[in-house]
């Protein structure tokens, strides 16, 4: 196998394995066995497992792309910056939810790793958003309010929600609801709550 495919392969095992065990309770062994390597193989194309953790989510940035358009941001196109936001979450987080729970994971653990995952990718999100909400207050579009407080309410809505869904099966509990709905009914309660009345 060369060497990019080996790699891509230990990836993809230790991204299944961490999410079912967690960090701590994943062993480069079993990850090595999982992948039909030794385990000195693994230490080859990571220097540690923390290493391996970083590439996994350097990986997933990579596939993802873009959660925010600039050309919306540009246009000072609200419904379009924030819905484009919420779809990607949405989206992204249905088609792939190993990685919120490879997340979620490390940080009940207290690892680094989930700050890794924030410090480096997270929070450049946040405050691309903070930097919109700023720019839309001073042009009077937005009320007088926090944008980092309004950037983190926006997020935490489609957080809580996608974490709902995703790892305690919300969904059962509650009518089916389209993603097109999910978002304009969460842009209506968002942007009705920052938006200048005057």
Do not use: W
């Amino acid at each position: 196998m060369m060497a990019a495919d080996r790699r891509a392969q230990i990836i993809n095992v230790s991204k299944r394995l961490f999410c079912q065990k967690g960090f701590n309770g994943t062993t480069t062994k079993e990850i090595a066995q999982a992948s039909g390597i030794s385990e000195a193989m693994i230490f080859r194309h990571f220097a540690s497992k923390e290493d391996l953790y970083t590439a996994i989510i350097d990986h997933r940035i990579q596939e993802v792309g873009d959660s925010l358009s600039d050309e919306a941001m540009l246009a000072c196109d609200d419904e379009r910056v924030f819905g484009d936001f919420a779809r990607f979450v949405l989206e992204k987080t249905s088609e792939n939810p190993t990685m919120l729970r490879l997340l979620y994971f490390s940080a009940l653990e207290g690892h680094r790793l989930s700050d890794i995952f924030y410090s480096n990718h997270e929070i450049k999100k946040v405050m691309k958003l903070v930097d919109y909400i700023q720019l839309r207050i001073s042009q009077g579009a937005f009320g007088r309010l926090n944008p980092i407080l309004v950037a983190r309410a926006f997020t935490g809505m489609l957080y809580t929600y996608v974490t709902a869904e995703l790892l305690f099966d919300a969904g059962k509990y509650y009518p089916q609801v389209t993603q097109d709905e999910i978002v304009e009914n969460f842009l209506k309660i968002f942007l009705d709550g920052v938006r200048n009345d005057r």
